[in-house]
């Protein structure tokens, strides 16, 4: 048995688990932010920052408290270097490193955008069949990736300006909903008819791009425009844009999918939680579409840990050197 201590402070949560053999979570403790940050609509980076060390060390004893092991019977450590907020993760980084020189593990660094990805490995019967296209959809990123190994990536899309997630959260704010915005217009959306206002679709034929700011700015100019204000039909206008989102992204995974021979679809990040986009994927794509419990989809470190426990066995290992980087891509662009 090898059990991996993994960190994640990308953004706003700070988070610690325990994963034995890369596929059984032993404890995994997430303390988030969200309600500190909803005044501003998003995550304000100075503020996570520094939330991320009042709750590192707290998080990290929970997590190992729950597992029922102290730092000696952990065989390694993973943290997350990037993407994500550049004070935000420093914090994780320096007390993995911490850890990891004080207590002699290894020391694995993971990047987020994978780790995302390897929700899909725990607490799971299914087994994963290579290659697979994976569709990584939160608040900062959109990204369709064909995966042909363990740690082997191609990249096939990306959005162009907004992502997905993030897309949720601004028409959220214009609705006056809450934050996070995803979960907030799943639930008004409900009420709502998805077919009842027209909205724009940025298909951007022949690629496997994604772009999701002009649909922003539609809802925007319609609610500018609606008179009178006081009857603006949310449920409606939540469920006209969760659609127009979802249905771009499950075309453009289905003919990704197609396109490349891949043998299942792999759903990853907070958008992956959304039940309308669950259900379109398995309803219009043929092939079999695995998705993580909707708590593994949001930031997490058991996934953190799951990716570092494949790093092991590969005998990866990270430099005392390691710093963060912000702007990290899954692919480096020499290979992409």
Not at 162 to 175: C, I, S, T, W
Not at 234 to 262: C, N, P
Not at 296 to 316: H, I, M, P, R
Request: hydrophobic share 45%; aromatic share 6%; charged share 20%.
């Amino acid at each position: 048995m090898t059990y991996v201590l993994g960190i994640e402070t990308s953004c706003d949560e700070t988070a610690a688990a325990v994963v034995k053999d890369g596929l059984e979570i032993v404890s995994n403790i997430v303390a988030s932010q969200a309600k500190i940050h909803e005044m501003y609509g998003g995550v304000f980076p100075e503020i996570a920052s520094r939330q991320h060390i009042v709750h590192v060390v707290p998080v990290l004893e929970q997590a190992l408290a729950q597992a029922g092991l102290s730092l000696d019977q952990i065989d390694a450590v993973a943290v997350t270097y990037g993407p994500g907020l550049a004070g935000s993760l420093l914090v994780g980084v320096n007390m993995a490193k911490g850890l990891s020189f004080a207590a002699g593990l290894p020391l694995i660094g993971i990047n987020h955008l994978e780790a995302h990805i390897y929700a899909n490995w725990l607490d799971t019967e299914e087994e994963i069949l290579f290659p697979v296209v994976c569709l990584i959809a939160s608040g900062g990123h959109t990204n369709l990736v064909l995966m042909t190994d363990h740690g082997q990536y191609q990249p096939l899309g990306q959005t162009l300006d907004d992502a997905a997630g993030e897309a949720f959260d601004k028409v959220a704010r214009l609705l006056g909903l809450g934050y996070p915005g995803g979960p907030e217009i799943q639930r008004v959306a409900e009420a709502g008819s998805p077919e009842s206002i027209d909205l724009p679709r940025a298909w951007l034929r022949g690629t496997s791009d994604f772009s999701f700011s002009g649909l922003k700015t539609a809802v925007l100019y319609l609610i500018r425009d609606y008179e009178p204000a006081d009857d603006l039909p949310v449920a409606d206008l939540a469920a006209s844009f969760q659609w127009a989102v979802v249905e771009v992204l499950v075309e453009k995974t289905r003919i990704a999918a197609e396109e490349s021979g891949a043998r299942q679809v792999l759903l990853a990040g907070g958008v992956a939680a959304n039940a309308l986009l669950r259900a379109q994927m398995a309803e219009r794509i043929t092939i079999p579409v695995l998705c993580p419990a909707p708590a593994l989809c949001t930031d997490n470190a058991a996934c953190v840990s799951a990716v570092g426990w494949f790093k092991l066995q590969e005998g990866e290992r990270a430099a005392w050197d390691l710093d963060v980087i912000p702007g990290l891509s899954l692919v480096p662009p020499e290979n992409g």
